[in-house]
């Protein structure tokens, strides 16, 4: 009975880890969001915006838009 109980606990406690980490079980890459990297996107660039990230950042403007719409080219946005 004592071995049962001790099955039943790791058991419990692997399925509290798993839904604890449930997070970090992302395909793809850091940066993109859900289906950002799927189908012909060779470069692996994503679309522009908070929406295409994966996690929301705490606040987003206009600057914050254009600098994320201009990447990954080397020069800044002309609308600072």
Sequence with gaps: MALFKL???GAA????????TREAQH???VAFA???TKG???????H?????MRSDPPEWDKTDE??????PASDPPANY
């Design 27 to 29: 395909e793809g890459h």
């Design 48 to 52: 522009a915006g908070p929406e295409a």
């Design 66 to 71: 254009a600098s994320d719409e201009s990447f």
């Design 34 to 36: 859900s289906g950002e």
């Design 7 to 9: 099955a039943f606990a």
């Design 40 to 46: 012909d996107n060779f470069a692996k660039v994503r």
């Design 13 to 20: 406690a692997y399925a509290l880890y798993r839904y604890a």
